[in-house]
């Protein structure tokens, strides 16, 4: 078996200038559609995918450096809810976690509920808090990575680091020290256009992330419910029937449609080299348009 890691990209033009609304991830996204394409690239006459010029895009196999195709834009874009992956990474270097732990324990605080109040307010994913709950680190992440909590990507920030400005600090820092030279982040969240990242870096943040045990553990058991019974809307389930794990789907005006994921296709006939297994199959999203607007999953 050979799995592989895909992110494709796309931007959506702003119809009034000037105007960027960070509160539209609640929007539904457009469809996408799964294709065959040649086998993965393991001799010389075997040929990489043919992937979408529009937006951006890239394939990495697991346990490699580097993707072996990449299609549209190899400059960095916003990257939206993407950004959150690298929230959970760097809270997960100051905090480490096993799978099968429940970490430490964190009182909702005034400054956790406003965040709440004001990503609410805004229409920005949020999860519910109410102040002085108690939230395991477990829970905190399950809400960031599978609610896409915009509050709670700013309370483990706070919670990991002291503040958001110094989490900032110490995430660039983790990119730069992962070689990740094609992402920045500019807040927790995403909702930021300044947060953007390469469809080359992003492929390889996903394969840092599943490398994760935490991580790993909570995209393939989301959990029915959190605090108080309060239930969470896995918003990375995508393609499942394909043999798709989702890894981050989100939407912004600025970076467009995203979808992160990674999939596990079966070895085939294909000549690979010693140690890769090659398949004849992947799955990869096309580019859509909906309306008036030209948008992209990534």
């Known amino acids: ?22 509160a539209t991830l609640l929007g539904p996204l457009p469809p996408a559609s799964a ?21 951006a895009s890239a394939v990495i196999l697991a346990g490699d450096t580097a993707p072996f195709a990449l299609g549209g834009s190899a400059e960095a874009l916003p990257m939206a809810s993407i950004t959150k992956l690298v929230t959970a990474l760097v809270v997960l270097d100051s905090k480490p976690l096993a ?7 964190h009182t909702i605080a005034t400054p956790d509920y406003q965040d709440y109040i004001d990503y609410s307010g805004g ?40 503040s958001v400005d110094d989490y900032l600090t110490a995430a660039n820092a983790w990119l730069a020290k992962k070689g990740l030279d094609g992402i920045t982040v500019a807040d927790t969240t995403g909702l930021s256009p300044d947060s953007r990242g390469t469809a080359a870096d992003v492929t390889r943040l996903a394969a840092l ?3 994760e045990p935490a991580i790993a553990e909570i995209l393939a058991n989301p959990p029915s419910a959190l605090v108080n019974n309060r239930g969470v809307s896995n918003t990375t389930a995508y393609l499942a029937d394909e043999g798709v794990t989702g890894i981050s789907r989100s939407y ?32 990869s999203a096309r580019p859509t348009t909906t309306r008036s607007r030209p948008t992209c999953v990534r």
């Open 1 to 22: 078996m050979g799995r592989f890691f895909g992110v494709l990209v796309g931007t959506v033009a702003i119809l009034a200038a000037g105007v960027y609304a960070p």
């Open 35 to 55: 294709s065959p394409v040649s086998e993965l690239p393991g001799s010389t006459d075997s040929a990489a995918p043919v992937l979408a010029a529009d937006g």
């Open 99 to 105: 799978a099968d732990q429940s970490g430490e324990t």
């Open 123 to 162: 229409g920005a994913r949020t999860v519910v808090v109410f102040p002085k709950e108690q939230w395991t680190q477990r829970e905190m992440l399950q809400a960031l990575i599978l609610g896409s909590s915009n509050n709670h990507a700013d309370t483990l920030a706070r919670w990991a680091y002291g």
């Open 209 to 211: 992330a599943l490398a």
């Open 252 to 283: 912004t005006d600025e970076a467009g449609v995203c979808l992160l994921f990674t999939a596990t296709v079966p070895p085939q006939r294909a000549a690979s080299p010693p140690g890769r297994s090659a398949s004849r199959r992947c799955s």
